[in-house]
């Protein structure tokens, strides 16, 4: 069994930045491909970014590149989110997710573990 604990959202002006971290009890974190997903009030859940178990390969969504890096320190067993150049439409709750195997997705239906999440929220 994984759990997955998020932290780091918040309140920022457009523009700010913030970082998101995703700490992960259980075993084999460095084996598994982890992912950010958000979900906006009224819309469906999408999905940000993508990592590999050794930090390797890296996926995003096209609305977020160049602006959101996610990395990972398997050391200590966490997954951030680096988010610079914050948009209002950035405004959502975040979710950390993992898979049981270490090949990357954006796919949602594709991750079986999930934290809670954390609030961003960027104003104008």
């Known amino acids: 069994q994984v759990q997955l604990v998020e932290s780091g959202g918040g309140l920022v002006q457009a523009g700010g930045s913030l970082r998101l971290s995703c700490v992960a009890s259980?075993?084999?974190?460095?084996?598994?491909?982890m992912a950010w997903f958000r979900q906006a009030p009224g819309k469906e859940r999408e999905s940000v970014a993508t990592?590999?178990?050794?930090?390797?390969?890296?996926n995003y969504a096209d609305s977020v590149k160049g602006r959101l890096i996610i990395s990972r320190d398997n050391t200590k067993d966490t997954v951030y989110l680096q988010m610079n150049r914050l948009k209002p439409e950035d405004t959502a709750v975040y979710y950390c997710?993992?898979?049981?195997?270490?090949?990357?997705?954006?796919?949602?239906?594709?991750?079986?573990?999930w934290g809670q999440g954390t609030q961003v929220t960027v104003s104008s």
């Open positions: 997710a993992a898979r049981t195997g270490d090949s990357i997705s954006m796919m949602s239906n594709g991750y079986v573990y």
């Open positions: 990592i590999s178990g050794s930090g390797g390969l890296r």
């Open positions: 259980g075993r084999s974190f460095s084996s598994r491909a």
